[in-house]
């Protein structure tokens, strides 16, 4: 059972719930996400890989500020996230 409190960011458009303590990656991963940016020489998708900050597979944009790591990144309420992925669907 999960009795953190629940709130609702914004990941590309969509609505996902979060919960309390969550990083970006965690609730980017909970949607059933892999990935979410692709490189850019030679275009391979990537998403979370190492889990502590240490290889910035997981950049994505959190209040129109870019380069942020998703497995660091606290999730909070409110939060618009852009990744890679949901950027080329436009
Ligand atoms: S998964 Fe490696 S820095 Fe986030």
């Known amino acids: 059972m999960n009795d953190r409190a629940e709130f609702t960011l914004h990941v590309d458009g969509r609505e996902l719930s979060a919960y309390d303590g969550d990083t970006i990656a965690a609730v980017l991963v909970r949607d059933g996400r892999v990935s979410w940016r692709r490189t850019r020489i030679w275009d391979r998708p990537r998403g979370l890989f190492c889990g502590i900050g240490a290889c910035q597979d997981c950049l994505v944009s959190v209040d129109g500020v870019r380069g942020v790591r998703a497995c ?15 950027s080329r669907d436009e």
Do not use: I, K, Q
């Not at 660091?72 to 949901?86: K, Q």
């Open 72 to 86: 660091l990144a606290p999730a909070f309420p409110e939060a618009y996230v852009s990744t890679d992925e949901g």
